[in-house]
């Protein structure tokens, strides 16, 4: 069973802590993206990779940036952990030609206090 | 940029009756994708259906089938027969030239026994 995974499913920080959010899928995807997702607002784009080393920004960049040092690792830095980071981080890949047709992780939810 | 909405942010619907969700977008383009994705409490989000707007015949999967009306720019889903494991926020999203996933609000849909 193709697989993208998070690794916190629930996490607490202080804020002003530096925070990673993990993701790793095994399907061998060339996509890999990060949204946060808020009631009412939906899913909004933070970062996304075509490739290993590449990353481009999407909708809502500010306070995070991202890592792929490998092609099945896509990681999440919060800089700073802010209460208005407080959400759900949803993690998905596709490949290359994939036209949308993501595979999503289960999420983390992040709590700054 | 594209907009995707969702104007129900709520919806509900007997056991085995049928119910119709909303999604109209905003483009320029001609050539694109349409989703749902489905969440469930579980959090795991689930590609429901996928519509080429090249496409003029609305797709279909099993008791879920879409209205796409390509000039109006609407996307609506029908769940026919519904099932208490319907029970799921419901995003709709597009997909163009930019290559990434946009996604509306979302609507929370309950199932009634």
């Known amino acids: 069973d193709v697989k993208v995974t998070q690794s916190s499913r629930y996490l607490v920080k202080r804020t002003g802590e530096k925070v990673f959010l993990e993701c790793v899928q095994d399907m061998d995807h060339e996509n890999m993206f990060w949204y946060r997702q808020d009631p009412g607002l939906g899913l909004r784009l933070i970062y996304f990779s075509y490739d290993v080393k590449m990353k481009e920004k999407g909708d809502i960049p500010e306070g995070y940036s991202v890592s792929r040092e490998k092609k099945e690792r896509f990681s999440l830095i919060l800089e700073s952990a802010s209460t208005n980071q407080t959400s759900m981080y949803l993690c998905?890949?596709?490949?290359?030609?994939?036209?949308?047709?993501?595979?999503f992780g289960s999420g983390t939810r992040l709590t700054v206090v | 940029a594209q907009t995707v909405t969702q104007s129900q942010p709520e919806m509900s619907v007997q056991e085995a009756e049928t119910v119709t969700l909303s999604c109209t977008y905003d483009t320029s383009e001609s050539d694109y994708y349409l989703f749902w994705y489905k969440q469930p409490p579980s959090r795991q989000m689930i590609l429901v259906i996928r519509q080429e707007a090249y496409k003029q015949q609305n797709a279909t999967e099993n008791r879920f089938s879409v209205n796409f009306q390509k000039a109006a720019k609407s996307f609506s889903l029908k769940i026919s027969d519904s099932q208490l494991g319907d029970a799921a926020m419901y995003f709709c999203?597009?997909?163009?030239?930019?290559?990434?996933?946009?996604f509306g609000s979302g609507t929370q849909l309950t199932v009634l026994p």
């Open positions: 999203a597009y997909w163009g030239s930019a290559r990434q996933l946009t």
């Open positions: 998905a890949s596709s490949w290359q030609g994939g036209f949308g047709g993501y595979t």
